[in-house]
């Protein structure tokens, strides 16, 4: 599957759907999320580090190509390695966001500029640019293995980054998840209860005396 089609898809989903699609799928540390609420982040990792020093984020931002997404490993770096400027020339360049195992700041900027950002939080104090630029490599982010190119995929919920095959793999199961689980909610909203859109009863009795079972929606 062309990357394009891939991210056009998941852009249309929940990130918890593509995780229950394929429970293998590596989540970053769920202390890494998004400073602007409502937002969707999906594309391919641009990978760069910044543990305590902005030259790589600065040569990174000059690089990346529309539709990457920049992701910073920091090493714990008390420091922020992102701010407004970073996000508003992302923006103009057609980055679909910015992810930081660690620290960000100017969030008052951030809101404007609107660019999915997700870090762990924000601090005022940053480091200096005196390098080296290290963009490119593998690094670890959140707990997670990241390369150049994964994909890159985020909402309110969280992060995941997976390689493009094992994301593909998924996707259909995905898309089928949300499509029964729509209709399980308009049911509800028809009056039914969600036990009567489940095998809730079934498995239950099931699962009391020992035997095989799977939940499942019903609708």
């Known amino acids: 599957m062309e990357i394009a089609e891939l991210v056009t898809r998941l852009a249309r989903l929940q990130v918890s759907s593509l995780s229950d699609a394929d429970k293998t799928l590596p989540v970053c540390d769920p202390a890494i999320g998004p400073l602007l609420p409502d937002v969707t982040l999906v594309g391919t ?14 040569d990174a931002i000059g690089q990346a190509g529309p539709g990457t997404v ?8 008390p420091l922020a390695a992102s701010g407004e400027l970073f996000a508003t020339e992302g923006r103009r360049r057609g980055i679909a966001g910015i992810a930081v195992d ?5 969030l008052r900027g951030l809101r404007r500029v609107g660019l999915p950002v997700f870090a762990r939080g924000t601090t005022p104090a940053a480091g200096p640019a005196a390098g080296p630029s290290v963009v490119q490599v593998p690094v670890r982010f ?10 890159v995929f985020g909402d309110d919920d969280g992060l995941l980054i997976a390689p493009p095959e094992r994301v593909a793999a998924a996707l259909e199961r995905a898309e089928e998840i949300e499509r029964v689980e729509a209709e ?20 239950l009795r099931a699962v009391a005396a ?3 079972s799977t939940f499942r929606f019903q609708p």
């Open 70 to 77: 920049l992701v910073a490993a920091t090493d714990g770096s």
């Open 102 to 106: 660690g620290w960000c700041r100017d």
């Open 210 to 212: 020992g035997e095989p």
């Open 45 to 58: 990792a641009f990978t760069v580090r910044s543990d305590g020093d902005l030259l790589g984020m600065i």
């Open 184 to 203: 399980v909610a308009a049911g509800m909203g028809r009056g039914r209860s969600l036990h009567e859109l489940t095998n809730a009863a079934e498995h």
């Open 142 to 151: 959140g707990g997670v293995d990241v390369r150049p190119g994964d994909i």
